[in-house]
């Protein structure tokens, strides 16, 4: 881990060894910013940093770029994603540049979903590079100052660099392995898929410790509260990464039998509290990704409740 004060706040909360929080914002299907706006003033004071997602599940919503910018006015530090679905080389560079010019310090690389599962399903995909490529071509323009052609960059960003990390896959040595390559690449920080088994996790993450990799890259344990049995049941039906266990997909049934949407809600809350308090005494777990999908309204509650509020101050020690 580099020695130079803390890029983010991020960093420096992780890097002062604090439980980071960080959260994920779904930006708009439109070009109003309102709803925005209304999720970073609600989330400011619960997180550390937020996520802006790039059109996720491949459907076209304002751009993670512009998001970042309308929160970060809001007080919100954010974490820029970036897929290599929509760009190549040429507008990928650009827009790095561009981020860190506007201020930006925070970057999440990704591969992105495939067009086919998207609104837009005749859209070429891009794929100049995939996520592993686009973080060691962060990486390198940060230690050597130079475009991916070489040609050298007057100002080159520096981003706290992270990359999302599945906790289920074939293999636990796989996942390991995929792991420790996406540090080799230059992953500072992960974020994991959604955890609902606290137990499988901690076996992987014994792994993880084992090899030493925590000591390389920070992760958080994705984390999120329910909102419906349709909801854990698509999950499971529809999104790689994600197993959500019978016996919790039956709580929220008798839930949402007794008391309709809101008590599903209330137990998918109180489902996610278990799995936080339960990877919070897992050996090599940094913090916790907070993916309240469209409920962003239950974060404070959800942090407050952890006992993970007040945020720790750590301005001090950032960058100018």
């Known amino acids: ?11 420096a909360v992780l890097r002062a060894g604090h439980f980071a929080v960080t959260a994920e914002l779904t930006p708009p299907k ?18 550390d940093a937020a996520n802006l997602t790039d059109c996720q599940t491949a459907v076209v919503r304002m751009s993670s770029f512009a998001c970042s910018l309308v ?19 040429i507008g990928i560079q650009a827009d ?18 495939s067009p086919r599962i998207g609104d837009h399903p005749e859209a070429r995909p891009v794929f100049d590079v995939n ?4 973080l060691k071509m962060v990486r390198l323009m940060r230690e050597t100052g130079t475009l991916a052609n070489g040609k050298p960059i007057k100002e080159a960003p520096q981003f706290y660099l992270g990359a999302a990390f599945n906790p289920v896959s074939v293999s636990m040595d796989a996942m390991v392995r995929r792991l420790e390559k996406k540090a080799d690449k230059g992953a500072e ?7 609902f088994d606290v137990e499988q996790f901690d076996a992987l993450m014994r792994l993880v410790v084992a090899e030493g ?12 509260p329910l909102k419906s049995v349709r909801m854990a049941e698509y999950m499971n039906a529809h999104v790689p990464g994600i197993v959500v266990p019978p016996h919790l997909i039956e709580r929220l049934r008798v839930a949402e039998a007794a008391g309709g949407p809101e008590q599903a809600l209330a137990e998918g809350v109180n489902i996610c509290l278990e799995v936080i308090e339960g990877v919070r005494h897992i050996p090599g777990v940094a913090g916790i990704h907070i993916m309240a999908v469209f409920c962003e309204e239950t974060v404070p509650d959800i942090v407050t409740r952890a006992g993970l509020y007040p945020r720790p101050h750590v301005e001090d020690f950032l960058l100018p």
């Open 1 to 11: 881990m580099s020695t130079s004060p803390p890029r983010s706040r991020l960093e």
């Open 213 to 224: 990799l925590h000591q390389r890259v920070k992760v958080l344990a994705g984390v999120a």
């Open 71 to 89: 929160v970060r006015g809001e007080g919100v530090e954010p974490v820029l994603q970036m897929t290599c679905r929509d760009r190549n080389l």
């Open 189 to 195: 920080f992960v974020q994991t898929q959604m955890v």
């Open 96 to 113: 790095l540049l561009g981020a860190w010019a506007l201020g930006l310090r925070n970057l999440l690389a990704l591969s992105g979903d």
């Open 131 to 134: 996520s592993f490529k686009l």
């Open 30 to 47: 439109s070009a109003v910013t309102q709803p925005l706006i209304d999720k970073a003033r609600m989330v400011l004071p619960y997180v």
